[in-house]
């Protein structure tokens, strides 16, 4: 049982009143700072309701309509709520005075203090804490705000949109003050505010029709040589969106300030996006290629949220995958179109699926689009981002991508400047794209049961080959439990299929063609030249078609046939990762499995011998092992520790069976190693590869050699020497970190990545590594990426955190109260480390729950306390 009250989607009703504009007035003083809102406030019917405003923490100094202050019998104030009754039945101007102390404001939410700069994070509701305001989303609002602080430790001040006017005080020489104004109606959500002493790099960018737009990146002083690639990348996606979507930016400057304390990654609130300083700051020496793209693929986010989520918004928080599921899969098109489209699938399906599958197997399982929830805070999860981005790459399949091009196009200038849900997106994209509804190919209202149904869905397949007619029968099947009600419907399932011949593997048989899987059985009929003796290789949910686990009767020959053979790169990686699975498994089973062993190595050195024709970050792909997370989805009974050593123990056997290739490979990769990302990120990423296999096959020079690149090269090449050493737990290990330590030390950014390497290898001195990393003084507990980089490493720490007899369960329980006394976001997000506990073996499983009751018994924020009460449900 929940003890929480949460909010239902079924009870939305639409907000009584019309807010078209609001006046704000922020006065920074030395320790409280003054807020004065004036808003415009209009009746949307004759008949009388009270006004309801949300506000925590907030000193309410006065309260006036139309020029006359309130008495104490006119309105009702709670911990988060402020009530005005019977407010005029025509249009009125309410003036709320008040003060905030963003000095101790801990939760980095609302107004808080960054390294002595003042910035603001609304998002989803922290606009509550800055002033008493109807804080949801469907209230759209013109902002006019006015800045006014000391110049010498505000010298920047900055809000949404335009600047109209900056000068000092005339009775204060040391005041001066700004405003500026926003043209478009945005939710309070979107509002920002930063204040501090910031370095301003500054670009130009000029639109497809002319249009000069100031670019602005706003650091702290020292961090200005770091932001040419977040420029470079800004840049591309303003490109790509005019190019894509037609979709031009509409304001004259882009305004991006990295802070260090920042909950989340990055936040698109309107012309002035707020950035987590480590997707802001980076360049080869500091940052990874994948971090790089990262960097590249968040600047692109939230700026692809100008237009979906900024411009037409949600109509409550119910609605949230609307903007995030679309833009989530704006930024993939995005990355797919810049660099390889085929790795890019591979690298989101595996997110998806070491992630997403493994929220919706475990106790905060929830649809794409929810039906409650108690603290939306804890609903940004990757359900509503990759799987809401999983359904709108579907949709796009099944329309075809011109005319779903025109259907986007449709929804953008529908819903311009409203605020919409997923069915209005659904139908307008429908609408858009065909021109009468009945030529869509697929049943729409099947395809939304993927928002409303959590879980996700399984699919059978078996085939039956019919040799005297050379007819390829293939039977699918969804399993739907048709004893349960509403939770099993009929999905609608695009399946990309394909298939080969056996003897002339490098043609497949039949084009990639497309199968609507939108009943609960269907048979699909290939016909396969005559000249074929055998039944052809079946290539299905190429491209990774739909966000579903099948299972078939496909061979393990056919798998390998398919790992070595097949022309889209997800089928053939997803094989070998299959095969991998396999082996996993029977090895800790203890289950003989030798044959497939060997014939999976031999597929692995006929790859290697192949790179001319393979992209080496491909291959560095087809050879990573399966995810922890997938590897744990595939037993009842979760043994933590033995999948840890048995996959480890897979990896050194590969390593020394496949050395001498390795050998050969890694001396015709190293001419291209040091070209400027993303040129030679495939050599980088295979000599990563070779390297982790070398040293964890014992090779003393290559070990030798991870130390020595330490100090002189690029981040990707500094951290795959790293990850090579780092399950050796070493003298090479100790020595290569404190080495990158010495050098990162003053680097905050840089840095995290060191504790949470310190953190996640192994050693033997279980939790006092961790202690001391918590007090080392470069530790910051104010800053998430920190206490990420720390506990997240730890939960990582297979054979630290999960063994020591609870020891090291009951230590992150106590250190994620610690963290919500300061910060509940960071701390309930946390709190999943602990969510797979009943999946555990009996003695994990009942050290896990010790030690979430620890947590549930002890005084935590509500965002927390959901949270544990949905893992231990
Ligand atoms: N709107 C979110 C950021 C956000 C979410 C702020 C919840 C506060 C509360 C932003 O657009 C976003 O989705 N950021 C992601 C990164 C993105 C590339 C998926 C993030 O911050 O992790
Ligand atoms: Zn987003």
């Known amino acids: 049982m929940l003890t929480q009250k949460s909010i239902k989607l079924a009870d939305y009703i639409s907000y009584p009143f019309l807010i078209p504009s609001i006046n704000l007035d922020f006065n920074i003083g030395k320790d409280s700072v003054g807020v004065q809102s004036s808003m415009i406030i209009k009746p949307k019917s004759t008949e009388s309701s009270n006004l309801i405003l949300q506000g925590c923490q907030i000193n309410l100094l006065s309260i006036s309509i139309d020029g006359n202050e309130l008495n104490s019998e006119e309105y009702s104030i709670t911990d988060n709520e402020l009530i005005i009754y019977n407010p005029p039945l025509l249009e009125f101007e309410l003036k709320i005075k008040s003060q905030i102390d963003p000095f101790s404001n801990t939760s980095l939410e609302g107004l808080y203090l960054s390294s002595g700069m003042l910035t603001t994070q609304c998002e989803a509701e922290g606009f509550r804490r800055i002033c008493y305001h109807p804080d949801r989303p469907d209230v759209l609002s013109i902002y006019k705000v006015r800045i006014e602080a000391d110049k010498a430790v505000y010298p920047i001040l900055l809000s949404n949109g335009n600047n109209k006017y900056s000068g000092k005080l005339n009775n204060n020489n040391q005041r001066h003050e700004i405003i500026w104004e926003d043209p478009f109606p945005k939710p309070c959500y979107l509002f920002a505010l930063v204040a501090g002493e910031l370095n301003l790099v500054s670009d130009k960018y000029i639109t497809n029709s002319g249009r000069l737009i100031d670019i602005k990146i706003y650091v702290e002083s020292g961090d200005e040589k770091y932001t040419q690639h977040a420029i470079n990348s800004l840049k591309k996606a303003m490109q790509w969106d005019e190019d894509k979507y037609g979709l031009e930016y509409d304001l004259d400057e882009y305004k991006i ?81 810049l660099h390889s489209a085929g790795l890019k699938r591979i690298e989101d399906v595996s997110f998806l699926r070491n992630f997403q599958f493994a929220e919706d197997q475990g106790p905060t399982s929830h649809a794409v689009k929810p039906n409650e929830y108690v603290a939306i805070d804890n609903f940004y999860t ?39 849900t997923t069915e209005d997106f659904i139908d307008s994209v429908i609408k858009g794209a065909y021109s009468e509804e009945k030529n869509c190919t697929f049943d729409v209202e099947k395809f939304q049961n993927w928002y409303y149904k959590s879980g996700t869905p399984e699919v059978q397949i078996s085939q039956e080959w019919d040799s005297t007619n050379s007819i390829l029968n293939v039977f699918f099947e969804q399993k739907i439990d048709i004893s349960s009600t509403n939770q099993n419907k009929e999905m609608v399932i695009p399946i990309l299929y394909s298939c080969y011949s056996r003897e002339k593997a490098c043609q497949p048989i039949e084009e990639e063609k497309l199968l609507v899987l939108d009943k609960n059985k269907r048979k699909l009929q290939i016909n396969v030249p005559s000249s074929e003796r055998n039944a052809p290789v079946l290539s299905i949910f190429r491209g990774f078609s739909s966000p579903v686990r099948w299972k078939s009767d496909l061979s393990i020959d056919d798998y390998l046939f398919l790992f070595l053979n097949d022309n889209d790169y997800f089928t053939r990686w997803d094989s070998g990762q299959l095969l991998m699975r396999e082996i996993i498994k029977s090895r800790i089973k203890k289950e003989e499995n030798s044959l497939l062993e060997d014939r999976f190595i031999l597929a692995i050195k006929q790859s290697i011998k192949h790179l001319e024709t393979n992209d080496p970050f491909f291959l560095s792909t087809l050879l990573t092992i399966p995810g922890f997370s997938e590897l744990e989805a595939l037993f009842e009974n979760v043994d933590p520790i033995t999948i840890y050593r048995e996959s480890l123990s897979f ?73 090579a050493l780092k399950p050796l737990d070493s003298n090479e290990t100790k020595e290569a970190s404190y080495l990158f330590y010495d050098i990162w030390k003053d680097n905050p950014v840089v840095l995290d990545s060191w504790f949470a390497y310190e953190a996640s290898r192994p050693s033997k001195q279980g939790i006092d590594i961790i202690e001391n990393l918590l007090s080392h003084p470069k530790f910051d507990w104010k800053a998430p990426n920190a206490i990420r980089a720390v506990l997240g490493g730890f939960s990582k720490n297979i054979e630290s955190f999960h063994s020591l007899e609870g020891q090291g369960y009951l230590f992150m329980a106590e250190k994620i109260i610690e963290v919500d006394k300061i910060n509940p976001i960071t701390a309930s997000r946390m709190v999943k480390v602990f969510s797979k506990w009943k999946t555990y073996i009996e003695l994990n499983k009942e050290e896990m729950h010790t030690a979430i009751l620890k947590i549930n018994k002890a005084n935590i924020s509500s965002n927390t306390r959901e949270m544990v009460e949905l893992i231990l449900k």
């Open 257 to 337: 300030v990295a802070v260090r304390h920042f909950n989340m990654g990055a936040m698109e609130n309107k012309g002035l996006n707020i950035f987590n300083s480590k997707l802001v700051l980076a360049d080869s020496r500091t940052a990874t290629d994948d971090e790089l793209e990262r960097v590249e693929s968040v600047i692109a986010h939230e700026y692809f949220h100008n237009w979906t989520g900024n411009r037409i918004t949600c109509r409550d928080w119910f609605q949230l995958s609307l903007k995030e599921g679309l833009t989530v899969f704006r930024d993939q098109s995005f990355t797919a179109d």
């Open 382 to 420: 990757t359900t509503i981002y990759e799987k809401g981005a999983e359904l709108i790459r579907m949709l796009e399949l099944l329309i075809g991508q011109e005319k779903f091009m025109n259907g986007v196009n449709n929804y953008i200038k529908t819903f311009d400047g409203k605020a919409a």
């Open 651 to 723: 990896q050194i056997s590969i390593g020394i069976k496949i050395l001498q290739d390795l050998r050969i490979l890694s001396k015709n990769i190293l001419l291209n190693i040091n070209q400027t990302w993303p040129l030679g990120k495939g050599e980088r990423k295979i000599l990563g590869t070779i390297w982790s296999f070398l040293a964890l096959a014992g090779d003393t020079k290559v070990k030798r050699n991870c130390v020595d690149s330490i100090a002189n090269s690029s981040m990707t090449i500094v951290r795959a020497a790293l990850d």
